[in-house]
């Protein structure tokens, strides 16, 4: 007898990292734009010290989630030193869209695993979903447009968070090419299956949950997280294939992507859905979990990752 996945549960009301005031700073990004366009980005790397120690040392609960996370994933009791390189990795990501965003790819080392999957798609002129997370650099993906000159990509967000990128966008470079499509609009899901049919690619982040949402808890890191259901379930409506990616950030100049088969929901019925985006679920997770391993400061989740929904809940057929 096929087991029953678990069943999903609703988040709570409000995500803690989606109640947390925002922290960037609109004229602080233009400034770095400025420094690092103007005087190359050794120079701008400098001011990334001082801002990293700034949030460590101010930020008591992104401090408290580092420390919780990176214990988890290096397997020992982090020190202040791991801390920071947590912290910097993340400045030094948010800094080097400075040059992604103006398509400045000279001043990095990049290296692309799986780019074949991509390469197939275009030529097939079939779009597909890849499916990130709140790791390393999304934006790194633009360097793999160099080597295939049909790749077009649109993003799928939460409405706040699109407003936030844009605004960043015309922040860095008010020319960059990025379209951007808002969850919880009218009409979002006609958009993605007409970029789909079109042969774009949409990408879209699986680890976070605005809360009042269904998610599922899956094994990641030795213990159950809660991730979202909707992107995956949105995978199944589609019937796409999906491609998990992550641009992980290696220090000083070195990025390294990757992009592995995730779930293929092309032919899934409709009838063996809720098991097959449980599995993918799964397979997110535990990609998810390598990778953290491997490149554990590429991780940028700073609240409880863990922390369970306090109302349980029935995500409904998928």
Same mark, same amino acid.
């Given at each position: 007898?096929r087991?029953?996945?678990?069943?999903?549960?609703?988040?709570?009301?409000? /995500?803690?990292?989606?109640?947390?005031?925002?922290?960037?700073?609109?004229?602080?990004?233009?400034?770095?734009?400025?420094?690092?366009?103007?005087?190359?980005?050794?120079?701008?790397?400098?001011?990334?010290y001082?801002?990293?120690?700034?949030?460590?040392?101010?930020?008591a609960?992104?401090?408290?989630?580092?420390?919780?996370?990176?214990?988890?994933a #290096?397997?020992?009791?982090?020190?202040?030193?791991?801390?920071?390189?947590?912290? #910097?990795?993340?400045?030094?990501?948010?800094?080097?869209?400075?040059?992604?965003?103006?398509?400045?790819?000279?001043?990095?080392?990049?290296?692309?695993?799986?780019?074949?999957?991509?390469?197939?798609?275009?030529?097939?002129?079939?779009?597909?979903?890849?499916?990130?997370?709140?790791?390393?650099?999304?934006?790194?993906i633009?360097?793999?447009?160099?080597?295939?000159?049909?790749?077009?990509?649109?993003?799928?967000?939460?409405?706040?968070? /699109?407003?936030?990128?844009?605004?960043?966008?015309?922040?860095?470079?008010?020319?960059?090419?990025?379209? @951007?499509?808002?969850?919880?609009? @009218?009409?979002?899901? #006609?958009? @993605?299956?007409?970029?789909?049919?079109?042969?774009?690619?949409?990408?879209?982040?699986?680890?976070?949950?605005?809360?009042?949402?269904?998610?599922?808890?899956?094994?990641?890191?030795?213990?159950?997280?809660?991730?979202?259901?909707?992107?995956?379930?949105?995978?199944?409506?589609?019937?796409?294939?999906?491609v998990?990616?992550?641009?992980?950030? #290696?220090?000083?100049?070195?990025?390294?992507?990757?992009?592995?088969?995730?779930?293929?929901?092309?032919?899934?019925?409709?009838?063996?859905?809720?098991?097959?985006v449980?599995?993918?679920?799964?397979?997110?997770?535990?990609?998810?979990?390598?990778?953290?391993?491997?490149a554990?400061?590429?991780?940028?989740?700073?609240?409880?990752?863990?922390?369970?929904?306090?109302?349980?809940?029935?995500?409904?057929?998928?």
């Amino acid at each position: 007898m096929r087991q029953k996945p678990p069943a999903a549960e609703a988040g709570p009301a409000q /995500a803690e990292w989606a109640s947390r005031p925002e922290r960037s700073n609109l004229a602080m990004m233009r400034l770095m734009t400025w420094i690092s366009l103007r005087l190359g980005r050794p120079a701008g790397r400098v001011v990334l010290y001082g801002i990293a120690a700034y949030f460590l040392a101010s930020s008591a609960a992104a401090r408290r989630s580092s420390r919780h996370y990176l214990r988890r994933a #290096l397997g020992r009791r982090p020190g202040w030193g791991d801390l920071f390189r947590h912290f #910097l990795d993340f400045a030094s990501t948010i800094h080097d869209r400075v040059y992604l965003l103006n398509d400045r790819f000279d001043p990095f080392n990049i290296v692309v695993q799986g780019e074949g999957l991509l390469a197939e798609a275009v030529c097939r002129g079939e779009g597909i979903l890849l499916m990130g997370a709140h790791m390393g650099s999304f934006e790194v993906i633009r360097a793999v447009g160099r080597h295939q000159p049909g790749l077009r990509v649109a993003m799928l967000m939460y409405e706040d968070n /699109a407003r936030k990128l844009n605004a960043m966008l015309a922040a860095i470079n008010p020319q960059a090419q990025q379209e @951007v499509i808002a969850l919880g609009q @009218v009409g979002a899901m #006609l958009k @993605v299956r007409d970029r789909l049919e079109d042969g774009t690619l949409v990408g879209l982040l699986g680890d976070r949950t605005l809360g009042g949402e269904p998610t599922l808890p899956v094994l990641f890191l030795d213990a159950l997280a809660p991730l979202p259901v909707g992107p995956f379930r949105l995978a199944a409506l589609l019937g796409r294939p999906v491609v998990f990616m992550v641009g992980l950030y #290696l220090g000083g100049n070195r990025y390294e992507i990757h992009f592995e088969p995730l779930a293929d929901f092309s032919a899934t019925p409709p009838a063996e859905r809720e098991a097959a985006v449980a599995a993918a679920m799964q397979r997110y997770a535990a990609l998810l979990d390598g990778y953290c391993r491997s490149a554990p400061y590429n991780w940028f989740n700073f609240f409880d990752f863990w922390a369970m929904p306090e109302t349980p809940g029935s995500a409904g057929p998928v």
